[in-house]
């Protein structure tokens, strides 16, 4: 999992001293959102040690499974979960299309085949990579609070945010989704990808790094946030498998691959240990916010 925006390690987040949205911006009627513990016992708050954003991006920008200007294997499971939802909501004949969070740009990329699109990350790494990989498309280097300065809210039709949410801390994950929303032209659409949290202890187990912020979220506790926010959840899916219990192992092997090639009733099984959620989410139709 890679991507950071101080909104996103990737993700507006991944570390950025600037706040991620200001208090003004996010001024809302009646009592602010306030996670309880039935909430913050979902949203997975392991802190790993604190790493330079910038150093760790342009190491992992570039290095050989995460560097490419193509997707990998496990990116390329997202695209599909991601391609699925496009296909099941209608942004419009030539959308205006943000991906929010967009590290080195293989996203920005598939997206731009759907409509305009500009890519942002709050790294300059990551924006850096990405003009070096696509320099025909557009990329920025903002946070949510930059984007909500301009172009300004209700700007798009459509924001992709994948693999950021987890590298956005648990106190401003509501904020980010509100700030997603605030982009977002009534009857827009929005699609999140991010780990499950309920695999967080799993893959700590299974691995010895973390990106600068790793702090997962469940399935229900983001349906409950972002409803929270005024999205609608419209679908929901799991992409990707990691070999990280030795049931996931055996899902991940050749051969048990080969079997679901020819059977693939045999690939239902991997559902529990599909390791990302990709959520499909729409702002009402309703010109005014009515958080």
Same mark, same amino acid.
């Given at each position: 999992?890679s991507?950071?925006?101080n ?10 001293r600037?706040?991620?949205?200001s208090?003004a911006s996010l001024e809302r009627?009646?009592?602010p959102f306030q996670p309880? !513990?039935d %909430?913050?016992? +979902?949203?997975?708050d392991? =802190?790993?040690?604190?790493?330079d #954003?910038e *150093?760790f991006?342009?190491a992992f920008w570039?290095s050989?499974?995460w560097g ?8 390329r ?7 699925a ?6 942004p ?7 991906d929010?969070g ?9 997206l731009?085949r759907y409509?305009?699109v500009v890519?942002?990350d709050?790294?300059?790494?990551s924006v850096q990579?990405a003009?070096?990989?696509? !320099?025909? %498309?557009?990329f +920025?280097q903002?946070d949510? =609070?930059?984007?909500?300065?301009? #172009?300004? *809210? ?8 994948s ?6 801390k648990?106190t401003?994950?509501?904020?980010f989704?509100?700030g ?7 009857g827009?659409y929005a699609i999140v990808t ?7 202890d799993?893959?700590?187990r ?11 979220i ?5 349906d ?8 609608s ?5 799991r992409a ?9 192992r055996?899902l991940?092997s050749?051969?048990?691959r080969?079997?679901a ?5 045999l690939?239902?099984?991997?559902h ?6 990709v ?5 009402s139709?309703q010109?005014?916010?009515t958080?």
């Open positions: 999992m991507k950071c925006i909104t996103g390690p990737r993700g507006p987040c991944l570390g950025t600037r706040p991620l949205l208090s009627p009646g009592v309880g !513990p %909430l913050m016992g +979902e949203v997975r392991d =802190q790993p040690s604190e790493a #954003p *150093e991006y342009e570039r050989p499974r490419g200007v193509e997707p990998n294997r496990d990116e499971s997202r695209l599909s979960a991601v391609t939802m496009l296909d099941a909501c209608d419009g004949p030539r959308p205006r299309i943000l929010l967009c590290g080195r740009g293989w996203l920005t990329r598939a731009s409509g305009e890519g942002t709050v790294v300059a790494a990579r003009r070096e990989l696509h !320099p025909d %498309l557009t +920025e903002t949510l =609070q930059g984007l909500l300065d301009s #172009p300004g *809210e209700e700007s798009f039709d459509l924001v992709v945010s693999e950021v949410l987890e590298h956005i648990n401003e994950k509501h904020d989704l509100h997603i929303h605030q982009l977002l032209r009534p827009g991010t780990p499950r949290g309920e695999l967080w799993q893959w700590q299974s691995r010895d790094w973390t990106q600068p912020v790793e702090e997962w469940s399935e229900a506790a983001l409950r946030m972002a409803t929270n926010v005024g999205f959840v419209e679908r929901r899916a990707h498998v990691y070999g990280i219990t030795p049931m996931s055996l991940v050749r051969t048990f080969f079997m090639q020819r059977a693939p009733l690939g239902t099984l991997t529990p240990w599909r390791i990302y959620q959520i499909l989410l729409r702002r139709r010109g005014a916010d958080i």
